[in-house]
């Protein structure tokens, strides 16, 4: 077989391709090994790197492990606490339940706390009782935190399974032996008209468990609370002071009403919900989430529109509202003008217009009430704006009508330039409607990138009235503003809307009407030196008094440690009205969790002390000064019934002994 190819090439070639086969050519060098050379010595810094860069990597996997696995664990706990019950589930369909637009919208809860009394209702035939029954909106727009309470025996139209018609008239609390929590729903709904975007029912177990896992919750008991046990009423057994309360303290304290009334209890749940959102964003840590977590699933029920869990991002935008709540931003509501009434007065009654007056305060808290107020007790003049506020004129506006009623946008439209905003229109060819024509409520969208829109359209939310949310201009709105020339709001009427538009000056919360301190002069030498404390900070003496009151002959002076290594002298004066407390607290526990978050700072120029305020809904509730290595503070009364101008004469006359 021939092997060469054509032209010569290959074995068989010669050197000069004359086609004479040769061997290959010698090698030209013997047989050598090659070594791969090693690597260069690295020095330490090198090392080092390689070494921190390994540890990086290892914490960036554990980390993203963990936080994984607690997204997962959270999705898993939001899961527990949404709605399973059957009346839960049913409650989710109700029209009451009104959706959340987005995380940055205002949200409304309804809480109703309830005994179960597990083994004892069976027993005595009776149906479970809510006990609480409370409205909570939080509005990250203006990051405020609104609490309405309603006691139990008011008298109010109660509605049942949706129905528009009441079925009958009677306490408040008769809704939920009734109807459960969709009949409560109902009733606050028809008796507000505010849309509710929640419904949380926790049982009395386990509000306990929470405080428990919290490891208490501190909060000033504002005199001695006493019933033994077997005595035919809930036992309690509490002692004068600001201290820490255990869950069955803190339960019994919330619940009793025994010598003052339903509105006392109020009050005191608003302020344990104050004293737990503080203990919430000072004790809360990823330690103790497991154990919280396992407290509230089985005693909580969190029910939203259409059923399901709540999703993480509304969690994450409303507890972070509460737990960086600025001061002077938590407003406590109670309806005004409560009557008694019914068989032997034993029910309460509001006027329509007096509950009207709660819910515009409820839906509209004015941040700079607190402030004015506490100007206006220490007669402090006050400064003009540095910018110049926005007059009606200076509002442009687009509205839409997010419902199906006819010629809405139209009208509200006028109201609002009759009123003297400055309103616009969308070309002829375009409706004005909204993308939805299922809104409730009214909202007031401003334009992020205009200067003041977000001022605009607050002042704009309370001139439309009580059910009016302000929130960021949404991607499906935007088209309409620029269609519209960009005005700096846009509105969109929702179903509740009154068809009123106020003058916005109105809308402004006016603090207490300025008054004399109504005191009287006083030595108390007598009754705490025969009392013996011994503290480790100088007594200061209270010389002056609310008028017509005394101390109480239960435990006037207490002194006891509220916390290790510190010392705390408490006070306690009743009014004249009887069952009526106040208190002067004296102590060296000066990092106590209620000092921390004044709404003012203010030097007394009649004794010049530094008072820290804090102000609530215009009202100030504890006034407090530093004096050597102690602090000395006044407590209001549970509804903060002491005018602010008596607070302040009440500090003022605190003294030492020789005085």
Not at 272 to 301: C, I
Not at 319 to 332: D, Q, S, T
Not at 420 to 435: K, S
Not at 573 to 583: C, D, E, I, S
Request: net charge positive; charged share 15%.
């Amino acid at each position: 077989m021939r092997t060469t190819t054509k032209r010569g090439l290959g074995r068989a070639a010669t050197l000069n391709g004359n086609g004479r086969a040769v061997l290959p050519p010698a090698a030209l060098a013997p047989m050598r090994r090659y070594r791969q050379p090693p690597p260069p010595r690295r020095s330490r810094t090198r090392v080092a790197a390689a070494i921190f860069g390994w540890i990086v990597l290892a914490l960036v996997v554990v980390a993203s492990g963990l936080a994984g696995g607690l997204y997962l664990y959270g999705h898993e706990t939001l899961g527990a606490l949404a709605a399973h019950t059957a009346g839960a589930k049913a409650t989710a369909k109700d029209k009451s339940v009104k959706p959340v637009a987005d995380p940055t919208s205002p949200a409304t809860a309804l809480v109703i706390g309830y005994d179960t009394r597990q083994g004892v209702d069976k027993a005595l035939g009776q149906a479970t009782r809510s006990d609480t029954l409370m409205l909570i909106r939080a509005d990250p727009s203006n990051k405020t935190l609104s609490l309405m309470s309603f006691p139990r025996d008011l008298t109010v139209g109660v509605y049942c399974n949706g129905s528009d018609v009441p079925r009958y008239h009677d306490r408040i609390n008769t809704a939920w032996t009734t109807c459960g929590e969709q009949g409560t729903l109902d009733t606050i709904a028809h008796l507000t008209s505010i849309p509710i975007n929640y419904v949380i029912t926790v049982d009395f177990h386990g509000f306990k468990l929470l405080v428990n896992k919290l490891h208490g919750v501190y909060m000033d008991v504002d005199h001695r609370y006493y019933i033994p046990p077997n005595s035919g009423t809930s036992a309690i057994n509490l002692e004068p002071g600001y201290q820490k309360l255990d869950g069955g303290e803190a339960l019994s304290f919330v619940r009793f009403r025994h010598t003052d009334s339903d509105l006392y209890r109020n009050a005191r749940q608003q302020l344990f919900l104050d004293a737990l959102k503080d203990r919430l964003a000072s004790g809360f840590s990823l330690t103790s989430l497991p154990g919280l977590v396992g407290a509230v699933k089985h005693n909580v029920e969190v029910v939203q529109a259409g059923g399901g869990s709540v999703p993480v991002s509304e969690i994450q935008s409303y507890l972070g509202l509460a737990y960086h709540l600025p001061p002077g931003h938590l407003f406590r509501v109670t309806i005004p003008n409560l009557t008694e009434c019914g068989f032997e007065n034993a029910e309460e009654c509001a006027a329509p217009e007096d509950i009207a007056s709660a819910v515009k305060t409820f839906m509209n808290p004015d941040v700079t009430v607190s402030k004015r107020a506490n100007d206006q007790a220490l007669g402090i003049k006050v400064k003009p704006p540095a910018t110049k506020a926005l007059k009606p004129a200076d509002i442009s506006s687009l509205v839409l009508n997010g419902t199906t009623i006819g010629g809405l946008a139209r009208d509200t439209s006028y109201k609002l330039a009759v009123a003297g905003f400055h309103t616009v229109h969308l070309p002829a060819t375009v409706r004005a409607d909204a993308p939805r024509a299922d809104y409730y409520s009214t909202y007031v969208y401003y334009d992020t990138v205009q200067p003041q829109a977000k001022a605009a359209a607050q002042t704009l939310a309370q001139a439309l009235g009580a059910h009016v949310s302000v929130a960021q201009l949404t991607p499906e709105l935007a088209p309409y503003a620029q269609q519209a020339g960009n005005p700096l709001t846009v509105v969109v009427v929702g179903a509740s809307f009154g068809g009123t538009v106020a003058n916005p000056a109105d809308s402004t919360q006016a603090p207490p009407p300025k008054q004399p301190a109504q005191v009287q002069t006083f030595d108390a030498r007598p009754t705490i030196d025969a009392a013996n404390v011994h503290v480790p900070f100088p007594v200061l003496y209270p010389t002056a008094i609310a008028s017509g009151s005394q101390f109480t002959s239960m435990d006037p002076v207490r002194a006891f440690k509220p916390v290790a290594h510190r010392k705390e002298l408490a006070l306690t004066f009743v009014t004249g009205a009887q069952n009526v407390y106040y208190q002067v607290i004296e102590t060296n526990w000066t990092e106590a969790p209620a000092l921390r978050s004044p709404t003012g700072k203010y030097l007394d120029k009649k004794t010049g002390r530094h008072f820290d305020l804090f102000t609530t809904s215009g009202n100030i509730h504890l006034i407090a000064f530093r004096r050597g290595g102690a602090t000395y503070w006044v407590y209001n009364t549970l509804r903060d019934e002491l005018s602010n101008e008596t607070m302040l004469a009440i500090a003022r006359g605190l003294q030492p002994r020789s005085q």
